[in-house]
């Protein structure tokens, strides 16, 4: 383990600017750890049927392949886990009990997570968004040495920071490519308070009906069905 160096990269994480970089620290991140290989997901859900991964892989590049030709995103105890808790565990402390979690966690282990530690990146939307990070070992005892406090304290922290960076490239990636205004974020942001298209457009000198009408083209850049759906939306990918 190299705490120091581990300490030292999470700065760099929330300032790198290119995809590249996040990974290059990831990888950097996963050694000082003491980790043999690292997974990164974050789970966004857009509604109730709409559901997008983002992923950073430091493993055998064959298990991101297998995990989406397999679908393993809805049969994955570790996600799962982080859906419904905040706290860094050892894999070994999850019940997998059923058919699909013990296939699972054999098909995981063979691309050397033979033991695991699972830290949990939970934000301010709940389930809509959630990371995890999960770092692994060929070694079954891996994470269960003496050195397991620290290691569990610093994937926490380094799973926040992952979880920052991506959220952030997600909210860059959606202004660029919607098109998003100021003025749309205005109007975002008075919704979000409360505020009808009458209270609003009387604060913009603006009639009602242009408010409905520019929502109504604000709704449609964001492929919301309607503006409590759109500020959602918002929310969920840190625009408000």
């Excluded at 709409?50 to 055998?60: E, G, N, Y």
């Excluded at 063979?110 to 033991?115: T, V, W």
């Excluded at 995890?132 to 040495?145: K, M, N, Q, T």
Aim: proline share 4%.
């Amino acid at each position: 383990m190299d705490n120091v160096r581990v300490l030292q990269l999470l700065p760099l994480l929330t300032d790198a600017i290119s995809s590249g970089e996040v990974m290059s620290l990831f990888h950097e991140a996963v050694v000082g750890l003491g980790a043999d290989v690292g997974v990164f997901l974050s789970c966004v859900r857009d509604d109730a049927t709409r559901t997008s991964f983002r992923s950073l892989w430091a493993c055998d590049p064959a298990w991101p392949a297998e995990y989406a030709s397999q679908r393993w995103f809805e049969h994955d105890p570790w996600l799962r886990y982080a859906s419904c808790d905040a706290e860094p565990t050892r894999s070994s402390n999850l019940v997998c009990s059923s058919t699909k979690d013990i296939a699972f966690i054999r098909a995981v282990a063979e691309h050397g997570f033979a033991s695991a530690l699972i830290a949990p990146a939970p934000s301010s939307v709940g389930l809509s968004r959630v990371g995890v990070l999960c770092l692994g070992s060929a070694d079954p005892e891996r994470f269960e040495g003496e050195n397991y406090p620290q290691v569990r304290v610093l994937a926490r922290a380094l799973a926040m920071e992952l979880h920052h960076s991506i959220a952030k490239s997600m909210r860059e990636e959606l202004l660029q490519g919607v098109r998003l205004t100021e003025a749309d974020l205005q109007l975002l942001r008075c919704e979000a308070a409360g505020h009808n298209s009458k209270v609003i457009g009387a604060a913009m000198s603006l009639e009602a009906k242009t408010i409905d009408s520019r929502f109504q083209r604000l709704n449609a850049k964001l492929g919301a069905p309607d503006r409590r759906t759109a500020v959602r939306i918002a929310r969920l990918y840190g625009l408000l």
